[in-house]
């Protein structure tokens, strides 16, 4: 809740757009992308929850294993999401827009920690709960996703120069080699 809190306050707060990119296409993986596994999961759980079987009754042997590591693969999404959003702040979108460059904290590892953030909890969920609904889910999720990065990289490549480079020492979801990490903690 206070993750929510914070981010409708970033999105209050933020800068104006210098440009941003429009259309069905960038719409549909800004909003896809942003809310489709959450009403997934809220429709699953009230309509429909063999959807979301546990791995406790699909797999139960691989239980004691699956269950923690989907949570630590949650809680590494959450964490790294408030990471990430404590840097974005006023440069925040969800429609691809370039209010601002980021590229220290996590923008240092990853040049879409927020991404990176939401793709540990997902598959956290996923492998708690692998069920054949969530696996399609997250495969339509994960494309709305990339299509999503790769507007928003074409509108920052557009406004700022910088961002090209940027892009040659900072992978999408990851760094590309380690002196990149050490940067982000300086």
């Known amino acids: 809740f206070a993750y ?3 981010a409708g306050l970033a999105f209050l707060g933020r800068r104006r757009a210098r440009a941003s990119v429009r259309g069905l ?3 549909i993986a800004a909003y896809g992308g942003t809310f489709a596994v959450p009403l997934f999961l809220a429709f699953a759980a009230s309509r429909e929850p063999s959807w979301l079987t546990p791995v406790t009754r699909t797999f139960p042997t691989i239980a004691h294993w699956a269950v923690p590591t989907g949570n630590i693969l949650v809680f590494s999404g959450a964490c790294m999401s408030a990471w990430g959003l404590w840097y974005l702040r006023s440069s925040i979108s969800l429609e691809p827009a370039a209010r601002g460059l980021v590229t220290r904290g996590p923008y240092a590892i990853a040049r879409h920690p927020l991404y990176l953030a939401y793709t540990l909890s997902y598959a956290g969920i996923t492998i708690q709960h692998p069920t054949i609904q969530v696996a399609i889910l997250m495969v339509i999720w994960f ?6 990065i790769r507007y928003e990289e074409d509108v920052l490549t557009a406004v700022f120069p910088e961002y090209a480079a940027y892009r040659t020492r ?3 979801l990851g760094p590309i080699h380690l002196p990149t990490v050490a940067r982000a903690y300086q």
């Open 4 to 6: 929510e809190v914070a």
């Open 25 to 27: 296409g960038p719409r």
């Open 143 to 148: 494309a709305m996703t990339w299509a999503r």
């Open 170 to 172: 900072v992978g999408a």
